[in-house]
């Protein structure tokens, strides 16, 4: 799992890359909105396998 953020004057954004071929479960401390889907996350976030999501930081 690979997890980063960028930052700028429209907020912030954690960019979330599960390179395994299994599924992994990151936990987030902060609330966040999906840059993707729109939907809100917070606690436990599973991702897919080789699966990738753009979290919008909202509090």
């Known amino acids: 799992m690979q997890a980063f953020t960028r930052s700028g004057e429209a907020g912030e954004l954690l960019f979330l890359l599960n390179l395994s071929r299994t599924a992994r479960t990151i936990e987030l401390d902060k609330h966040c909105r999906s840059a993707l889907t ?4 917070s606690g436990l976030l599973e991702l897919e396998p080789c699966g990738v999501e753009v979290l919008e930081i909202v509090s």
């Open 38 to 41: 729109g939907s809100l996350h």
